[in-house]
């Protein structure tokens, strides 16, 4: 009989999310987004099925596929689904270069924020998947409270400072 879940260990805390597979109606469509303006780099295609994506030779990190959703519309509001996928960039410069080509592609952002422990970017796929690029502070930097719990916040992120920073 399985422990409760109070008495189980936790999940292994080297496990890490590998790949996200997104339902997408078009993939050339897709395509030009994450890898036009992203910037993912593609690995292997199957036809206009499927595409795999990667930052550095990885074999996906995005995948994109028309297995369910060929032609298909973004989902209804009030609906359960993906909330957004969550790009990690390994520092500030980073981010400000994504910024850089979302500006330089005319792509919309829905957002920006500043949580403390980060700095994000919000917007949305052509198929309305949400999309997070984001940078994470060094953990000595993150805010805590009196009695050391993190403490993150939602603040609106200065975009001209970390445009400053793209060069």
């Keep these: 009989m399985p422990q409760p879940a109070a008495t189980r260990p ?11 597979h997104l339902k997408v109606a078009d993939i050339d469509r897709a395509l030009a987004f994450w890898r036009d303006v992203i910037g993912l780099e ?21 995948a994109l596929n028309t297995w369910e959703s ?4 973004w989902p209804p509001p009030g609906t359960t689904g993906l909330f957004h996928v969550a790009l ?4 500030r410069k ?16 829905e957002g920006a924020s500043d949580h403390g422990v980060s700095e994000a970017l919000y917007l949305r796929d052509p198929d309305g998947n949400g999309v997070e690029l984001y940078r994470d502070r060094p953990e000595a930097e993150w805010p ?5 719990k993190l403490a993150m ?3 609106r992120l200065d975009l001209n400072a970390l445009l400053a920073e793209a060069n």
């Design 94 to 109: 980073a981010l400000a270069q994504a910024l850089l080509r979302l500006l330089e592609a005319g792509w919309p952002l």
């Design 70 to 73: 060929k032609g298909g519309a």
């Design 144 to 148: 805590r409270d009196a009695e050391g």
């Design 10 to 20: 936790a999940i292994h805390p080297g496990t890490r999310i590998g790949h996200v």
């Design 88 to 91: 990690l960039y390994p520092d």
């Design 153 to 155: 916040v939602t603040r």
């Design 42 to 62: 593609e690995q292997q295609r199957y036809g206009d099925q499927a595409v795999f994506l990667s930052a550095g030779g990885y074999h996906h990190h995005i």
